[in-house]
Structures are given as C-alpha cells and as structure tokens.
C-alpha cells in the first residue's frame, strides 16, 4: 500500500522509501525477529505448564529488551539518518538529493521503530497459546489506520510543504506499528496473560536520560 501511494508522488519516491526502510529493518532483524525465535517455545512450554506467573515474566524480558536496545537506535536513526545515508549509498546515481529525501523519510520511521519491534514481542505469545485470530485482527486494524493516516499525512505534506509528501507514507507506517504493538499488549494484558514486573520507572530513566544524552552529542558533533 505504501508503494502504491508513493508511486502517485515525484519520482524517486519508492526508492526513498525502500532505503529508509532498509536502515529500520537491521535492527529489526538483529533484535525482533531474535526475540520472537527465542521466545516462542518458552512460551508454548509455559503456556502448557499453565504458569502465567512465568508466561508473564518472559515477555516482560523481551520488553525490557526491546526498550534497552530500541530506544537508543531509534534516536541514532533518527539524528544520523543523513550521515548513515550518505556513508551506505552515495554513490553511482544515488545523488546527494537522495541522500536528502531518503535521510528524511528515515527520520519520519524512526519513532515507530518500538513499535515494529515491540509486534515480535506479544505476537509469540498469542501463538504460544495457540491463538493466531487476534494478531491478524490487530494488523488488519493497524493496516486500516496506516493507509488513512498515508492518505491523510500525504494530503497535509503535500498541500502545505512542511516535508517532502513521502515522509507522510513512513511516518503513517510508523503509527501503525506503534497502534498494532499496542493492541496487542492490551489483549495479553486484559486476557491476564501479561503484568508489568516492578522497576519500569527506573528503566524508563536509565534508557531514556543516556538516549537524550546521545542525541544531544550527536546533534552538537554534526553542528560542528
């Protein structure tokens, strides 16, 4: 859907995203999709042994591990996506305009990058309880608000010049993300399925005040 939209939009559009989207998707791959391979048959084997008290620990792990790790790469995607962008691809016919749009574009998905990481979190402990109807039905709601907020963010961008109109498409995809990995918390945790173990405010501070920390450095080295 993204792709189709883009592809009404100036040329070079697709690739700009695709680009962007490439930089999302390695620590996506290197943190998401090992968290849900190592999850799952913990999970199926604590669902089996009817221990919620265990069920509930591990996803809590896979959380907090996504926080410690997601956090932080968020922010650097979104501070350096134009150095990472030149650094990868400036080259050949990838001009330093690319650079720009698809630096952009980047900047726009970084805040969901949580989100699509936080989706291989709770989506194994579904499976794990033999139960694939409600992650479906998460997406396809997730799906439904990502192709009105492209529609509508496209619309705005498009109308107004505050950003170039594709970074409408990422920045949709992002809330999608972020709403889908929501929805699927709130089933675990209305199910009974999943409570928050005690010291999220102070993990919440330990994250959050060094990512700041390194985004201001970041900020303070690029402006040098």
Same mark, same amino acid.
């Given at each position: ?45 604590? $669902? ?8 509930? +620990?591990?996803?809590?792990?896979? /959380? ?22 030149? *650094? ?71 109308? *107004?010049?505050?950003?170039? %109109? $594709? ?20 089933? /675990?945790? +209305? ?9 999220? %405010? ?23």
């Amino acid at each position: 859907l993204d792709t189709l939209i883009a592809s009404f939009l100036a040329a070079g559009s697709i690739s700009w995203l695709y680009y962007s989207d490439r930089l999302v998707e390695f620590p996506l791959g290197v943190l998401g999709i090992a968290l849900a391979t190592v999850i799952l048959p913990r999970l199926s084997d604590q $669902h089996a042994q009817q221990s919620n008290q265990q069920f509930a +620990a591990t996803l809590d792990w896979a /959380l907090r591990c996504t926080v410690v790790v997601g956090v932080p790469a968020a922010v650097g995607l979104a501070v350096l996506a134009e150095p990472l962008m030149a *650094t990868l691809f400036y080259r050949g016919e990838f001009t330093a305009r690319d650079v720009a749009m698809s630096a952009a574009s980047l900047r726009a998905y970084a805040p969901g990058l949580l989100g699509f990481i936080l989706v291989k979190v709770p989506a194994p402990g579904f499976f794990a309880r033999q139960d694939a109807r409600t992650p479906v039905r998460s997406g396809l709601i997730a799906l439904a608000l990502g192709m009105a907020l492209s529609l509508l963010f496209v619309g705005v961008l498009s109308r *107004t010049g505050w950003a170039p %109109p $594709h970074t409408g498409i990422a920045a949709a995809t992002a809330c999608s993300a972020l709403l889908n990995s929501a929805l699927l918390f709130f089933g /675990l945790r +209305a199910a009974g399925f999943y409570r928050a173990a005690a010291g999220w %405010p102070k993990l919440v501070v330990q994250v959050g005040l060094p990512s700041a920390v390194m985004g201001g450095a970041l900020v303070l080295a690029l402006a040098r």
